[in-house]
């Protein structure tokens, strides 16, 4: 079992920034790809960023790609996702996943943890 616990989230102004963080906890993360959902209200949960076990690969959803860059820190168990030039249409919960296997993918049901969530809300 893997807990994953997101922070960082908050308000922001449109063209700002915000950096996303997750913890894993109970096993390491290390072996698996690792990606950021989000979910506006009203909407379906949908794909935003992935990053391979290694962290050397990554992959983003087309309306995020230049604005978030994800990232991983695999001593400390940890992924995080850096947002800038935000935009209202970003505001979402947004969620850390532990895929089940090293690569990483876009597709939701690749995933078998998840964390809780963390309110972005951007401003116009």
């Known amino acids: 079992q893997v807990q994953l616990v997101e922070s960082g989230g908050g308000l922001v102004q449109a063209g700002g920034s915000l950096r996303l963080s997750c913890a894993a906890s109970?096993?390491?993360?290390?072996?698996?790809?690792m990606g950021w959902f989000r979910q506006a209200p009203g909407k379906e949960r949908e794909f935003v960023a992935a990053?391979?076990?290694?962290?050397?690969?990554?992959y983003y959803a087309d309306s995020v790609k230049g604005r978030f860059t994800i990232s991983r820190d695999n001593t400390n168990n940890r992924v995080y996702l850096q947002m800038s030039s935000l935009k209202p249409e970003d505001t979402a919960v947004y969620y850390c996943?532990?895929?089940?296997?090293?690569?990483?993918?876009?597709?939701?049901?690749?995933?078998?943890?998840w964390g809780q969530g963390t309110q972005v809300t951007v401003s116009s």
């Open positions: 990053i391979n076990w290694t962290g050397d690969i990554t």
């Open positions: 109970g096993r390491t993360i290390k072996n698996y790809a």
């Open positions: 996943a532990v895929d089940r296997v090293p690569y990483g993918s876009a597709h939701e049901r690749e995933y078998h943890y």
